[in-house]
């Protein structure tokens, strides 16, 4: 598109599924307690899907309803990037599910593996595409089904993940809004603190793994907070400085909720106001790539932001992976 400036947000969704598991669940299922979880993560419930419903369907409905609210046609997509590490099988791509179960005839499809910063990476990714002209209106996704990879003997891990999805419709502006900056970065030597081994092909899925529960997720779970806050202050500052802004100058930000302390040590880090800092955490527990378009939608729709804020994106996952943003909305 001509004079095209930048990919703004045309619309957002999300899915939710119904069912809820509550801390006093899980005092049923290990030896925990909802004092401890509460109290170490701020977790007090969890969303998850009843077994055998695919990720495709909540990334569909959440995709629907983005392209509902952008007022826009799901033929008028032209791409699809579903950041989850949780899809329906190994290929083909979730993405290519998705088209179909949403009709998006004239859209290429592909998943995204970043882990927590799947949405971030395919956010800055589809900002790039827009802004060269190369594609027209893309929906992004994060999504996940971590439920699926959690290992429910482990208290260490199974208290925290929960399932979801969100997305947002993108599409060009000549105007001064939209995607201001973005940061996105990766250290793969920090790869064994928090991974899934099996279901992959260095552990083939023998019996021996399967014994083991390797394709259940392993996190070393203080080392794990300890770099996340660094991480995402330093990709956070990135941002705001590309873009020439302050943090002060923020309406909301809206960092990756996979844990309440590491919310409150990063608003410490970037001193942010409570006003200015977004938590659903409590409700939704540690949903991975879907976390924060699932917080950007909620925050649309119940007025906590509106046209013209200046709103913040921040994450970090598994890789390690790490990203920002800084959006006027
Ligand atoms: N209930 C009761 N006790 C528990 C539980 C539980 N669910 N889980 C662990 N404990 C025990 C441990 O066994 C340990 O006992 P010990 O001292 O007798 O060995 C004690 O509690 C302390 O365990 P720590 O792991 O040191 O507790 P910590 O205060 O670090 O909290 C937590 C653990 C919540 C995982 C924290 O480290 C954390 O949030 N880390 C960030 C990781 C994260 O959020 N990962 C999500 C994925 S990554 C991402 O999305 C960015």
Same mark, same amino acid.
């Given at each position: 598109? #001509?004079?095209?400036? $930048?990919?703004? *947000?045309?619309?957002?969704?999300?899915? &939710?599924?119904?069912?809820? +598991? !509550?801390?006093?669940?899980?005092?049923?299922?290990?030896?925990?307690?909802?004092?401890?979880?509460?109290?170490?993560?701020?977790?007090?419930?969890?969303?998850?899907?009843?077994?055998?419903?695919?990720?495709?369907?909540?990334?569909?409905?959440?995709?629907?309803?983005?392209?509902?609210?952008?007022?826009?046609?799901?033929?008028?997509?032209?791409?699809?990037?579903?950041?989850?590490?949780?899809?329906?099988?190994?290929?083909?791509?979730?993405?290519?599910?998705?088209?179909?179960?949403?009709?998006?005839?004239?859209?290429?499809?592909?998943?995204?593996?970043?882990?927590?910063?799947?949405?971030?990476?395919?956010?800055?990714?589809? #900002?790039?595409?827009? $802004?060269?002209? *190369?594609?027209?209106?893309?929906?992004? &996704?994060?999504?996940?089904? +971590? !439920?699926?990879?959690?290992?429910?003997?482990?208290?260490?891990?199974?208290?925290?993940?929960?399932?979801?999805?969100?997305?947002?419709?993108?599409?060009?502006?000549?105007?001064?809004?939209?995607?201001?900056?973005?940061?996105?970065?990766?250290?793969?030597?920090?790869?064994?603190?928090?991974?899934?081994?099996?279901?992959?092909?260095?552990?083939?899925?023998?019996?021996?793994?399967?014994?083991?529960?390797?394709?259940?997720?392993?996190?070393?779970?203080?080392?794990?907070?300890?770099?996340?806050?660094?991480?995402?202050?330093?990709?956070?500052?990135?941002?705001?400085?590309?873009?020439?802004?302050?943090?002060?100058?923020?309406?909301?930000?809206?960092?990756?909720?996979?844990?309440?302390?590491?919310?409150?040590?990063?608003?410490?880090?970037?001193?942010?106001?409570?006003?200015?800092?977004?938590?659903?955490?409590?409700?939704?527990?540690?949903?991975?790539?879907?976390?924060?378009?699932?917080?950007?939608?909620?925050?649309?729709?119940?007025?906590?932001?509106?046209?013209?804020?200046?709103?913040?994106?921040?994450?970090?996952?598994?890789?390690?992976?790490?990203?920002?943003?800084?959006?006027?909305?």
């Amino acid at each position: 598109m #001509d004079n095209c400036k $930048r990919a703004m *947000i045309l619309g957002t969704g999300r899915a &939710i599924p119904e069912k809820v +598991l !509550t801390n006093a669940d899980l005092e049923k299922m290990v030896d925990t307690n909802d004092a401890w979880i509460v109290e170490r993560s701020g977790i007090r419930t969890r969303h998850i899907v009843e077994p055998g419903t695919p990720l495709s369907s909540l990334a569909a409905e959440a995709g629907k309803k983005a392209l509902e609210d952008a007022g826009l046609s799901a033929k008028d997509v032209d791409l699809i990037i579903l950041g989850t590490v949780t899809g329906d099988m190994k290929f083909p791509a979730t993405a290519c599910f998705v088209q179909t179960l949403i009709g998006a005839d004239n859209a290429a499809a592909f998943d995204l593996s970043a882990a927590c910063s799947g949405f971030l990476y395919g956010l800055q990714l589809a #900002d790039s595409l827009i $802004r060269t002209g *190369i594609h027209q209106r893309i929906l992004v &996704i994060g999504g996940e089904i +971590l !439920t699926s990879m959690v290992n429910w003997e482990d208290r260490n891990t199974c208290v925290l993940f929960g399932d979801g999805a969100g997305a947002v419709v993108l599409g060009p502006t000549q105007q001064d809004r939209g995607i201001l900056a973005t940061d996105i970065g990766a250290n793969g030597n920090f790869s064994n603190l928090l991974y899934n081994p099996g279901c992959g092909s260095l552990n083939m899925p023998t019996p021996e793994n399967a014994r083991d529960k390797l394709h259940t997720l392993r996190m070393e779970g203080r080392e794990v907070f300890r770099h996340a806050v660094v991480c995402m202050s330093r990709t956070m500052k990135k941002s705001l400085k590309a873009s020439g802004l302050a943090t002060e100058d923020l309406e909301l930000v809206i960092s990756h909720q996979a844990n309440l302390r590491i919310i409150e040590a990063l608003g410490k880090r970037l001193k942010l106001t409570e006003k200015q800092t977004y938590v659903n955490v409590d409700r939704y527990g540690n949903t991975s790539a879907a976390s924060i378009p699932i917080a950007l939608d909620e925050a649309r729709r119940d007025g906590r932001v509106k046209e013209g804020d200046l709103v913040g994106l921040v994450t970090f996952g598994a890789g390690f992976t790490w990203g920002s943003s800084i959006i006027r909305l």
